[in-house]
């Protein structure tokens, strides 16, 4: 009799596996194989439901939008406006050691746009979220006309944050990068 196998199950712990590889290697380590080893199986049990390295690649990226949406929408709960600004951009950051592996993750993923069509398709996704996120944050805090010059203001102060976090990790614990945001936000007029 075959075994039950749960694929909604199977596809979240194939994700998530390669989100640590991912993180922990790099975009060179992100193969099916490497996903594969880290679940503790063959090549087969990732590639019935990810026949190709773009298409888990693609996946990782809608999971973790899905993510996003689900984890702002808890922290946000019962915040106005500029709570909820402030709460987006510190969920943005690398905060804690987890965290920061994940975003040097993204970074060295970010460093191979332009060599694969799966890592340019996760910079552009990644940029066009976390730019729709910031959009809707501002709107009800900035003028109409000045709301697309906030998000940029935002996305690059957060990026250089992020960076240097993950360039310089030492050098730039949470206490730094909270305050740093704190000035931006004070010189953008949004506190």
């Known amino acids: ?4 196998v749960d694929h909604d199950q199977r596809r979240a712990d194939i994700v998530e596996a390669a989100k ?8 060179a380590e992100l193969t099916i ?4 080893k880290r679940l503790g199986g063959s090549i087969t049990l990732v590639t019935h439901f990810y026949p190709t390295r773009p298409e888990l690649m693609r996946a990782v990226v809608t999971a973790m939008n899905e993510a996003y949406d689900t984890e702002l929408a808890d922290l946000e709960t019962g915040a106005d406006a500029h709570g909820r600004l402030r709460i987006l951009l510190e969920w943005m950051l690398p905060l804690t050691d987890q965290e920061w592996v994940n975003e040097s993750g993204r970074v060295q993923l970010l460093s191979q746009r332009g060599k694969d069509a799966s890592f340019e398709e ?3 996704s990644t940029d066009a979220r976390m ?7 501002l709107e009800p805090l900035v003028p109409e006309d000045r709301v697309e010059t906030y998000v940029d203001l935002l996305r690059v102060t957060v990026n250089g944050i992020v960076l240097a976090a993950v360039e310089h990790h ?3 614990p ?3 990068q909270l305050a740093v945001l704190e000035e931006a936000l004070t010189a953008f007029g949004l506190r």
């Open 1 to 4: 009799m075959p075994r039950y």
């Open 20 to 27: 640590h590889v991912l993180a922990n290697g790099g975009p």
């Open 33 to 36: 194989r490497s996903v594969a």
């Open 122 to 124: 996760f910079a552009d």
């Open 131 to 137: 730019r729709d996120l910031l959009r809707r944050h």
């Open 170 to 172: 030492d050098d730039w």
């Open 174 to 176: 949470a206490k730094r």
